[in-house]
């Protein structure tokens, strides 16, 4: 990667993130080739504003065109562009090719709704429970497959965030009404949220501490609380907030196990699931 000694990026949050200072130097080589561009430019146009100026005695000379200088200015974008993809495209495949995203050590679904945002967490069995639409409610936000046996101790939140740090952490990402963007500038994340899809993310941080997750996508009036805390902890610290959250689910179950409800009835499974949901977050 390319070593900038010289850093004007200082409004940037710091990267925490396995990934962060490739993309910081991505980041710093476009600005930089910008910058040179743009005084390229204006001593061109102020050197022709000045040379080819209204003089007495000069009379102005009209070309049709100029086929190298019309090659060159087309050619010289195109490698400009090619090598800059080129140069990028591996960390592209890193956060983004499905193939590429490692076996996770934490892994959470998490979905959008105008203005929140909604977290789920394996529970005592450490395996996340089928999901689909067709089971989705107002109160099962997930579509939590009420048949599934793993999906009985799931987890859900909102806006809370924890995390282990230095592990791959994985997440399922969808929305319940419109387009969302998770965003998470320390690790320089940002990924739309999708009714109807599921999109995987995934990252690594390296600090503690509490960071900002935000919608970066324009969804709505309430927009601009759509926010929550991303809290990245020692193994021993997320440990000891996952097994109380855990106990919790289990006091929940046994009371509701206590005092059973009528049942309501789920909706029969259709033959064949809509497009863009799957039927686990597997």
């Given amino acids: 990667m390319f070593d900038f000694s ?30 040179a561009i743009f005084v390229l430019v204006q001593i061109v146009l102020v050197t022709f504003i000045f040379k080819y100026r209204t003089r007495p005695g000069h009379k102005s000379i009209y070309h049709h065109g100029n086929n190298v200088v019309e090659f060159v200015w087309t050619l010289a974008p195109t490698v400009l562009f090619a090598g800059l993809g080129l140069y990028s495209d591996e960390m592209w495949k890193v ?26 967490y394996p529970g005592g069995d450490g395996i996340l429970g089928k999901r689909h639409a067709r089971y989705r409610t107002a109160q ?11 999906g009985k101790d799931d987890i859900v939140l909102t806006g809370e965030f924890n995390l282990p740090i230095n592990k791959n952490v994985v997440v399922h990402l969808s929305s319940v009404d419109v387009l969302h963007s998770y965003f998470l500038p320390n690790f320089r994340i940002k990924q739309d949220a999708v009714p109807g899809s599921w999109i995987d993310v995934w990252f ?18 309430g927009h601009y609380a759509m926010r929550g805390v991303l809290n990245m902890q020692s193994d021993a610290d997320f440990a000891t907030w996952m097994d109380a959250k855990i106990t919790a689910k289990k006091a929940i179950l046994a009371a509701q196990a206590a005092n059973p409800q009528p049942e309501v009835a789920t909706p029969a499974p259709s033959s064949a699931p809509p497009a863009g949901e799957h039927g686990s977050s597997h």
């Fill in 6 to 35: 010289w850093n004007m990026l200082t409004y940037f949050p710091p990267g925490i993130s396995t990934y962060s200072e490739s993309l910081d130097d991505l980041f710093r080589l476009v600005y930089w080739i910008s910058a």
């Fill in 95 to 120: 956060m983004k090719y499905s193939s590429r995203v490692p076996s996770p050590d934490v892994e959470i679904d998490v979905v959008g709704q105008a203005f929140n945002w909604n977290v789920r």
């Fill in 140 to 150: 099962n936000l997930f579509g939590i497959d009420p048949t599934d046996v793993h």
């Fill in 204 to 221: 690594n941080g390296t600090k503690p501490g509490k960071y900002e997750l935000a919608c970066a996508e324009l969804c709505g009036s």
